[in-house]
C-alpha cells in the first residue's frame, strides 16, 4: 500500500543556510487529516495528490483568517479490489481508525450513512459557496432520506456508441450519420429505431447474427439506465426504500427480449471484457453498443493502437445518449459518480470539508478528468482553457443534463441481482418478459420483504 505523508509549513524563510519556520514559537496547532482513495495510477492519482495541493491552500487560508490550526494531510492511495477496499473502511471504523475523509462509489453513501459512519454535510456545505458550482444534477447521487452526505470527486457517462463504416454500408449519408446525436436528443430516434436499424445490419451481414446491440457482458448499473427510459423508478424518495414498478418493467423486458429475439442482437451477456467483448466492438463487428466514455481511452490505446489509436476512433466512432422509448421523449445516460465522504470520527469536519472544497474546483478537478477520462462535475466546465484540451471530455458533458443515478439503498445490491437475472433469462428465451416481472417480483418479495415497494 503506498502511503503518501505530507506536512505543509507556512511561513518558512531562509536565514543563515537554515529553514526556521515563522510559527516555531507561536501557538499554532498541527492537524492530521487522513485521505483514502482507491485508483489506477498513474491515470487516476489525482483522486488523492490534489489534497497536497490543497492543504497549502487551506493553511494560507487558516493563517491569513487567524485560525491557529495547520493541516497535516496524509493520503493513503492504492489501486485495491472494490469489494477489499469497502471492507477496509468498515474495519478501520471499527478499530476507531478510520480515515477522515474516504473516497468510494456514491451507492455506498446509503450503506455509510445508516450504519453512523459518516456525517451529513448540509449545514456544513452552505459554508463553501464554491460547491453551488458543482452540476445541480450530481447532488442527488449524494443523497439519502433527504440529506446530503457527499461531494462529487468525479463521474462519467455511458453513451449509445455506433460504427459510422457500418452505418454507410447501410447507405446511411455522412449527414444522416452526424445528425444522429441530434436526432436522438430530440426524440426522433428511439430504442425500437436502433433496434430496426440493427436487425437490418444483421438480414445485410454487415454484421453477424447477435451483433446488432450489445450491453455490456455482464449484471452493472447500464442496465438500469433502460429501466428507467419506460419510466421505471428504483427509490422512493420520501421513505429510501426501493421501488420496482411492474408497468416499467415489463415494457423494460420487453426490449430486452425484442432485442435478443426479434431483431438478431444481444448475443453479448456472458463474453470476457478482453477476451471477446472490446475486441469484437473494437473490430467492426458490432453496430450499436452500449459503453462508457471512460473506455474510449481505453480502445484507442489498448485495442486500436495500431490503427492509430484515437484519431480512428473520431473517424469510425460516434456516440449519443440512450435514445428514448419512444417518439418525442427525453433520452436518458447513467452516471455512477465516486464521492467524497467524511467519517464520524474525524475530529475536525470543517477542515475536512475545507479541503474537499479546495479540490472541488477547475483546475484540480480539471486535472483529474484529464488524466483520467473521466467527466467534470463543474458548470461551465466546458469553457474552462485546459478542459477543451479534452474533445471527448467537452462533447459529452452535456450529457449530464439527462442522466441518472443508481438509488442510494443499502438493499441494491439484491435488487440488482435479481432484476438482472430476469434479464439474462429473458435474452436467452428462457422467461418471456411477463414471467420475468412475475419472477421478479417474488424473488424482490422474498428477499426484501417490506424494504422494497412493489406498484
Request: glycine content about 10%; aromatic content about 12%; some cysteine.
Amino acid at each position: 500500500m503506498k502511503k503518501i505523508s505530507l506536512l505543509i509549513l507556512v511561513g518558512c524563510v531562509l536565514l543563515g543556510g537554515m529553514f526556521v519556520t515563522a510559527f516555531a514559537q507561536d501557538n499554532t496547532q498541527t492537524i492530521v487529516i487522513t485521505v483514502r482513495t482507491n485508483a489506477t495510477p498513474p491515470m487516476e492519482n489525482w483522486r488523492g495528490n490534489n489534497f497536497i495541493l490543497a492543504a497549502e491552500e487551506l493553511n494560507a487560508d487558516l493563517e491569513a483568517a487567524g485560525d491557529p490550526r495547520r493541516v497535516e494531510v496524509k493520503i493513503v492511495q492504492d489501486h485495491m479490489n472494490w469489494g477489499d477496499y469497502k471492507k477496509e473502511f468498515v474495519l478501520s471504523y471499527g478499530a476507531g481508525k478510520s480515515p477522515d475523509i474516504w473516497l468510494s462509489g456514491h451507492e455506498d453513501v446509503a450503506t455509510q450513512a445508516a450504519a453512523g459512519r459518516i456525517i451529513a454535510l448540509d449545514s456544513l456545505l452552505k459554508e463553501f459557496p464554491k460547491f453551488n458550482n458543482v452540476i445541480d444534477a450530481l447532488w442527488k447521487s449524494c443523497t439519502y432520506k433527504g440529506s446530503i452526505w457527499a461531494v462529487p470527486q468525479d463521474t462519467e457517462a455511458r453513451p449509445l456508441y455506433w460504427n459510422k463504416s457500418l452505418l454507410k454500408q447501410l447507405g446511411w449519408s455522412d449527414e444522416k450519420i452526424a445528425g444522429l446525436p441530434d436526432a436522438i436528443k430530440s426524440g426522433e430516434f428511439t430504442l425500437y429505431d436502433m433496434l430496426a436499424t440493427a436487425k437490418e445490419a444483421v438480414d445485410k451481414g454487415i454484421v453477424p447474427d447477435g451483433n446488432g446491440f450489445w450491453t455490456r457482458p455482464k449484471n452493472g448499473g447500464d442496465f438500469t439506465a433502460f429501466y428507467y427510459d419506460f419510466g421505471g423508478q428504483t427509490i422512493d424518495p420520501a421513505s429510501g426504500k426501493l421501488v420496482f414498478d411492474k408497468a416499467a418493467g415489463l415494457k423494460y423486458y420487453q426490449f430486452f427480449y425484442d432485442a435478443a429475439q426479434k431483431y438478431g442482437s444481444m448475443k453479448c451477456l456472458g463474453l470476457g471484457w478482453s477476451e471477446a467483448w472490446h475486441p469484437t466492438i473494437t473490430g467492426g463487428k458490432v453496430l450499436f453498443w452500449l459503453g462508457g466514455t471512460w473506455q474510449w481511452a481505453e480502445w484507442g490505446t489498448v485495442y486500436l493502437k495500431d490503427k492509430g489509436g484515437e484519431d480512428y476512433e473520431w473517424k469510425t466512432f460516434g456516440f449519443g445518449l440512450i435514445p428514448a422509448a419512444d417518439k418525442g421523449g427525453k433520452p436518458v445516460t447513467l452516471s455512477h459518480p465516486l464521492v467524497y465522504m467524511i467519517s464520524s470520527q474525524c475530529k475536525y469536519p470543517d477542515l475536512a470539508l475545507a479541503l474537499i472544497a479546495k479540490v472541488t474546483d477547475y483546475g484540480p478537478n480539471t486535472r483529474h478528468a484529464l488524466s483520467s477520462t473521466h467527466l467534470g462535475i463543474l458548470k461551465g466546465q466546458t469553457n474552462y482553457i485546459f478542459y477543451k484540451k479534452s474533445r471527448l471530455l467537452s462533447d459529452t458533458l452535456y450529457m449530464l443534463d439527462y442522466t441518472t443515478f443508481l438509488p442510494n439503498n443499502p438493499y441494491w445490491g439484491t435488487y440488482s441481482t435479481i432484476t438482472y437475472n430476469a434479464l439474462a433469462a429473458v435474452v436467452s428465451g428462457d422467461l418471456t418478459p411477463e414471467k420475468a416481472v412475475d419472477f421478479v417480483v417474488n424473488e424482490l418479495t422474498n428477499e426484501l420483504g417490506d424494504k422494497v415497494i412493489i406498484r
